[in-house]
């Protein structure tokens, strides 16, 4: 298993949460983004930055994606696509995309974009509180931890 984290519009918060567990668990953890930034040096820790554009860092992502990898993004087309490859998605809220959810969340988002392209205000998401960051931590965590139990 392999983590792989869209990068771009994922929190610090989340990607130090990410940054401990791929060194307590010693899973691979790249993170993809059209833009630098920094990472700890850890040899269980890359990142890859990708040009400027529609879906790029997307692209890369589902590119190199494996059955059972864990992808962390809010990024619903992309989690629908890689979870059809059978790799594992969760949003950087904590909440787990499967096969059985994500078809909801595709329409709820199509419908939000008809909503905004005629001009009506759908607000935006709330600010991460603490328990998002807790339910992320504790998502991750059962994740991992399946993941290595199946390693041994």
């Known amino acids: 298993m392999k983590v792989w984290v869209d990068a771009d519009a994922c929190p610090k918060v989340i990607k130090d949460i990410l940054f401990k567990a791929a060194q307590r668990t010693k899973i691979h953890t790249t993170l993809v983004a059209n833009h630098a930034m920094s990472i700890p040096p850890s040899?269980?820790?890359q990142f890859v930055q990708v040009?400027?554009?529609?879906?790029?860092?997307?692209?890369?992502?589902?590119?190199?994606?494996q059955?059972?990898?864990?992808?962390?993004?809010?990024?619903i087309p992309l989690a629908d696509?890689?979870?059809?490859?059978?790799?594992?998605v969760l949003s950087p809220r904590g909440e787990l995309y499967t096969k059985e959810n994500i078809r909801a969340?595709?329409?709820m988002r199509d419908f939000l974009d008809t909503l905004r392209s005629s001009g009506i205000d759908t607000g935006g998401q709330a600010a991460m509180s603490a328990g998002d960051r807790q339910l992320f931590a504790n998502q991750l965590d059962k994740i991992l931890?399946?993941?290595l139990k199946l390693k041994i």
């Open 67 to 75: 059955p059972d990898d864990l992808l962390i993004s809010s990024d």
């Open 43 to 45: 040899e269980y820790i």
């Open 81 to 88: 696509e890689v979870i059809d490859k059978g790799a594992v």
């Open 51 to 65: 040009a400027s554009g529609f879906d790029v860092a997307d692209d890369e992502i589902s590119k190199h994606i």
């Open 105 to 107: 969340r595709l329409n």
């Open 145 to 147: 931890t399946k993941a």
